[in-house]
């Protein structure tokens, strides 16, 4: 069982930036791909970002660079930095973690966190 927090969020202008974090309690952590989704009012969650026990890094193609996963092992830690922000960026953010066969896929994530609100304003 792996217990999932994040924080993080708030409010930010446009262009602005922010650090998501994700803290991971349980056994195994560093055995699982942990992922970033987000879910905006009204839409279905959508896939950010995933990263491997091993470091190696995924990313939905409309990001542009913006944002970049990591992850502390020995922190038990994830995290989401996000740079030059977009008020489409304006979602609850979602930690996941899990073993996907498919990355971008929400059903192949065993954890989830209970998500923090990023609000991006123009």
């Known amino acids: 069982q792996v217990q999932l927090v994040e924080s993080g969020g708030g409010l930010v202008q446009a262009g602005g930036s922010l650090r998501l974090s994700c803290a991971a309690s349980?056994?195994?952590?560093?055995?699982?791909?942990m992922g970033w989704f987000r879910q905006a009012p009204g839409k279905g969650r959508e896939f950010v970002a995933a990263?491997?026990?091993?470091?190696?890094?995924y990313y939905t193609d409309s990001l542009n660079g913006r944002f970049a996963i990591s992850r502390d092992n020995a922190k038990n830690t994830v995290y989401l930095q996000m740079n030059s922000l977009k008020p489409e960026d304006t979602a609850v953010y979602y930690c996941?973690?899990?073993?996907?066969?498919?990355?971008?896929?929400?059903?192949?994530?065993?954890?989830w966190g209970q998500g923090t609100q990023v609000t991006v304003s123009s």
């Open positions: 996941a973690a899990g073993r996907p066969r498919r990355l971008t896929l929400p059903r192949e994530y065993d954890y």
């Open positions: 990263i491997s026990w091993t470091g190696d890094t």
């Open positions: 349980g056994r195994h952590f560093t055995s699982y791909v």
